[in-house]
């Protein structure tokens, strides 16, 4: 099993006895050289007082290296990293039962992965913290930009099933969580990742949530976990398949529409179609039963039909999001 394997099923397991639970809220962190960053640890212990709480930290290709240890909420610890003496420090807050580590003058080599760690028995870890050092201009909006597509009309016939998928654009840096859950729930359901892909100098992922019939009057929500949305996960509501469905159906019917919503319901008449058989030569035959219309030449793109050869159920949505912006779709009648 590997190491974040065996942390994952200890964390269950001792989560399960209700004796310790490590959190790490940030996911990510992204900063500029010679600064400094403070990581968060929340530890829910009976006894935080006296709970000895560890940081490590894993860089690409290195083994897991330990850095300091902190006992006491009232002394901060302090260690040498590297040549540099006090380069990282450690310190216990009582009232929030939260530990912070702080790293000063940050430097490229400072990149990793951070973790902290209770101790019951065993070490118990949080889920780290990717510390990044850019150049970019880290005032801007890097936030993930939402578009919802809604479940085809095909799919809820033939397969009594509806897809939701949720695309997240122009987000900075590419450390990113997308679940589902259904509205006023905690359980988060099986869902399906895209690949995080970068565009240009920021970057993009879609996932999607497959429902059956008995949730079709059901509302879901994509949660989203970015260091650039503040305070709380974004929820991004999706209003439930029999209504969704509805509304979809009533857009179509404006046919004079030109803005960005109309644009949408274009992507979901490709959503519509059915996917592609595996075998490559009738899956390029279905490419150019796509070029057909209006004389798109999506079947000539090499990487399209290497893309939907290897993705299988995300054929269309490669279609959709890796190869076409709206205003290509635009036009597009099937």
């Known amino acids: 099993m590997s190491l974040l394997g065996a942390l994952t099923f200890f964390h269950l397991w001792v989560v399960g006895l209700g004796v310790l639970k490590v959190e790490q809220s940030q996911i990510s962190i992204s900063t500029v050289v010679k600064k400094s960053i403070d990581i968060y ?15 490590y930290r894993l860089k690409p290709n290195q083994a897991l290296e330990h850095l300091l240890y902190i006992t006491s909420t009232k002394n901060p610890t302090r260690s040498r990293l590297g040549e540099k003496d006090n380069k990282v420090e450690a310190r216990k807050v009582s009232h929030s039962s939260t530990s912070i580590f702080t790293i000063h003058f940050i430097e490229e080599e400072d990149v990793a992965i951070y973790y902290c760690a209770g101790c019951y028995d065993r070490k118990l870890f949080g889920g780290g913290t990717k510390l990044i050092v850019t150049d970019k201009n880290l005032d801007a909006d890097l936030s993930p930009k939402p578009t919802i597509f809604l479940p085809s009309v ?71 976990k970015h260091e650039n949305i503040k305070e709380a996960d974004e929820m991004i509501l999706f209003p439930s398949i029999k209504r969704g469905c509805a509304l979809a159906n009533s857009a179509k019917e404006e046919t004079n529409r030109t803005t960005s919503a109309a644009a949408a319901h274009e992507h979901l008449c490709v959503l519509y179609l059915p996917p592609p058989p595996s075998q490559e030569r009738l899956l390029l035959g279905h490419c150019r039963i796509l070029s057909a219309q ?22 269309l949505h490669l279609l959709l999001f890796l190869k076409l912006s709206a205003q290509n779709l635009a036009g597009f009648s099937f």
């Open 154 to 224: 095909a799919e809820r016939i033939q397969h009594k099933a509806g897809t939701y998928l949720c695309l997240l654009e122009k987000f900075f840096p590419d450390v990113i969580k997308v679940d589902w859950k259904e509205k006023n729930s905690e359980r988060i359901l099986e869902s399906q990742q895209g690949d995080t892909i970068k565009t240009g100098d920021t970057f993009m992922k879609f996932s999607w949530l497959t429902v059956t019939e008995k949730s079709w009057d059901k509302e879901h929500q994509c949660v989203v």
């Open 294 to 315: 209006k004389n798109r030449s999506l079947w000539q793109r090499k990487e399209f039909i290497a893309d939907g050869g290897t993705k299988g159920p995300s054929f």
């Open 41 to 55: 640890c929340s530890v829910s212990s009976r006894d935080f007082e006296n709970e000895v709480i560890h940081w």
